[in-house]
């Protein structure tokens, strides 16, 4: 064992010389210093950018807003900054939710510096608009018990996914809104699985495209947890296609009883790029000995298979450690970026890929998201001009309180 932990902290050194070679020869992306989102931190005050989806910052034509949840009331409760691009920091700090038990915020941006968000609350899921000229009045979207909303835009309508408990196996359902000013009505309500639901169904998250609308999420119907999703058009939105399992199974390794039925993956993100394309990432641990790893598949359009293989996002320095928390951005052009955190330096950092040339770019530092303490869950947005927009965790040490960190990156 001695021998083993001295040959893996002379491997981890050598990786981390190879790691700063790398980046230094590749054309990476150069961050602005960190600023924090809220001036609300310190002893007993923690922060959550956990949404389904891992969408908690969007950009809308000038401006940039971040919404999470903390405790500062002593009560979890939802919040909302925001920032013109050409600021340096974030002044316009509003809280969003009620007087209740608020979780996991989900943030799409509309036209005209304007954004929506959803929410859990009371076990309930609402949504509202935010606005320069102000808050839009809550909606509550389901009369069920529900959860882990995530949210999507076409045109002038909002799309809902979240996963409703009115089963003994929660199942994921859709609800189309219609927006109109600042008010919001519900178009179409319906589940995306229309079959009986024998195991839960959960975290999902949802993308637009011009003429489909995709869903994923996380299902347990084999007796672990995989990637499934299904895809409408539409003029039909809540005729949705038979589900299909996106995370493939491990391969070239018999199922061993003491790991139970599979392995793990967890928490799905989508993000288009491009005309008609379509990333999604999760954690994967089918290589269990390494822990997670950040695995993707894109959508294949027009084919019967909903998504393609299963590609590795991480290189191979990245195999001495554990990555969580994926998240993906897109843009017109083609460009597409995931980011995670993971310890292969010893501590939590943010790390990033992107595709180039079809291939994913060697794992790169987001150098203001790095260093002592912990930097762990990230959440990406790439504005007009394909600039790199970053929020994350912040603490000091494990188990501390958290800042809520943000910056801004360009190639």
């Given amino acids: 064992m001695r021998f083993y932990n001295t040959y893996r902290s002379s491997f981890v050194l050598l990786l981390v010389a190879f790691t700063v070679q790398f980046q230094a020869q590749a054309q990476g992306w150069k961050f602005s210093p960190a600023i924090n989102v809220t001036a609300t931190q310190g002893a007993g005050i923690f922060h959550h950018v956990e949404s389904s989806g891992r969408r908690n910052i969007a950009i809308s034509k000038n401006t940039v807003a971040i919404a999470w949840e903390d405790n500062r009331n002593n009560t979890p409760q939802i919040f909302l900054a925001s920032k013109l691009l050409t600021a340096n920091a974030f002044t316009n700090e509003i809280k969003i939710s009620g007087a209740g038990e608020a979780y996991e915020p989900s943030i799409v941006a509309l036209d005209n510096d304007r954004f929506a968000v959803a929410w859990e609350e009371n076990s309930h899921p609402y949504v509202r608009l935010v606005t320069p000229a102000g808050l839009g009045p809550t909606l509550r979207v389901n009369q069920q018990s529900s959860s882990q909303v995530s949210l999507a835009v076409h045109k002038q309508q909002l799309l809902l996914v979240y996963s409703s408990q009115n089963s003994k196996h ?56 995989i990637i499934m999703a299904a895809q409408s058009f539409q003029k039909s939105p809540c005729k949705f296609s038979k589900p299909q399992r996106i995370s493939a199974g491990r391969t070239g390794e018999k199922r061993r009883p003491s790991y139970g039925k599979g392995h793990g993956v967890a928490r799905v993100a989508l993000a288009k790029y491009g005309t008609h394309n379509v990333l999604a990432v999760w954690a994967d641990k089918r290589i269990f000995r390494e822990g997670y790893d950040i695995y993707a598949a894109h959508y294949q359009a027009n084919n019967k298979t909903l998504f393609g293989l299963n590609e590795k996002v991480q290189d191979d320095f990245g195999s001495v450690a554990q990555q969580w928390h994926p998240t993906v951005a897109g843009h017109d052009t083609g460009n ?20 180039e040339d079809n291939q994913w770019s060697d794992d790169f530092e987001a150098a203001s998201a790095t260093g002592p303490g912990e930097q762990t869950h990230p959440s990406i947005s790439l504005d007009e001009q394909g600039n790199l927009h970053l929020v994350w965790l912040d603490r000091a040490t494990p188990g501390g309180p958290t800042r809520l960190r943000y910056a801004f990156g360009k190639r």
């Fill in 170 to 225: 929660p199942r994921i359902r859709f609800q189309q809104l219609e927006i109109a000013g600042q008010t919001l009505r519900t178009l179409q309500d319906c589940a995306v699985d229309v079959e009986p639901v024998k195991e839960d169904q959960s975290y999902p998250t949802i993308i637009s495209l011009k003429d489909a609308l995709i869903v994923a999420w996380e299902d347990r119907r084999p007796g672990h947890t």
């Fill in 336 to 355: 597409v970026v995931v980011a995670w955190d993971d310890d292969r330096d010893g501590n939590a950092n943010i790390m990033l890929s992107w595709l």
